[in-house]
């Protein structure tokens, strides 16, 4: 596809599940970066790998979130024992080199019962 | 650390109408700057970006935006609205570190709201 793609789009689960969110970049983009978006506001920072090295974690909440990009290409976010204070949109994006333009996918709707 | 401030969140506009959505930022380096509208159901799609050069950047669908370094603010502008630009508007920010990737830094987001 030629877009960012993301999935599941919609994820519900329960308290103390853990869930891993997929994030399939455009080919080629050497940056792929994580947000997590809560309602009624903008995306904040979670995490962004270049290749598949990660760059910068500081976004990420505590220490039940994870990430990894092991091929440099399809990225992973995990977060383990979820809360419900992790109902979010997750959004993944991607960029040709570190300092261009950033494009966005669908994104995940986490939903954490 | 930067931040971005979007002044309005919500902005009726009647359809053929001009629009400004305000965003002003704080940064103690040198910023890029960037639009991103989300439509219903839908991801963030770049509208327009302003890395160096013209203060003034034309984008998709009309939209315009200006920089302006002294007040730290890139308003968003269209001079006739359509229904179809009903929508949620993202103004964010990156701070220029050179091959160290370009985390964004994004407003609270305005939702425009175009009415016949």
Redesign the interface.
């Known amino acids: 596809g030629a877009?960012?793609s993301q999935s599941p789009r919609y994820k519900v689960t329960k308290r103390g599940q853990d869930v891993a969110l997929r994030c399939d970049p455009i080919s080629g983009h050497v940056?792929l970066?994580w947000?997590r978006q809560a309602l009624?506001?903008?995306?904040?920072?979670l995490t962004?790998f270049?290749y598949e090295a990660q760059?910068?974690k500081s976004?990420l909440p505590n220490d039940r979130f994870s990430a990894e990009r092991p091929e440099g290409s399809i990225s992973t976010l995990t977060i383990q024992r979820t809360e419900q204070r992790d109902s979010a949109m997750y959004?993944c994006?991607s960029?040709q080199?570190?300092?261009?333009?950033?494009?966005?996918?669908?994104?995940t709707r986490l939903t954490v019962l | 650390a930067q931040s971005?401030t979007?002044l309005d969140s919500q902005v009726p506009v009647f359809e053929e109408a001009p629009v400004e959505l305000r965003c002003n930022y704080s940064s103690s380096v040198s910023v890029y700057l960037f639009w991103?509208v989300q439509y219903p159901n839908?991801?963030?799609?770049?509208l327009l970006?302003y890395l160096s050069g013209s203060t003034l950047v034309k984008g998709i669908n009309g939209f315009e935006a200006e920089f302006n370094k002294s007040q730290t603010s890139f308003h968003l502008r269209k001079p006739s609205v359509h229904i179809s630009d009903t929508a949620e508007y993202?103004c964010?920010v990156s701070e220029l570190?050179?091959?160290?990737?370009?985390?964004?830094?994004?407003?609270?987001?305005t939702r425009l709201m175009v009415k016949p």
């Open positions: 877009g960012v940056s970066y947000y009624g506001q903008g995306p904040e920072f962004y270049n760059q910068d976004g959004r994006a960029s080199t570190p300092s261009s333009t950033q494009y966005f996918g669908p994104g | 971005v979007q991103y839908q991801g963030l799609q770049l970006k993202f964010a570190l050179h091959n160290a990737g370009n985390m964004l830094t994004f407003g609270g987001g």
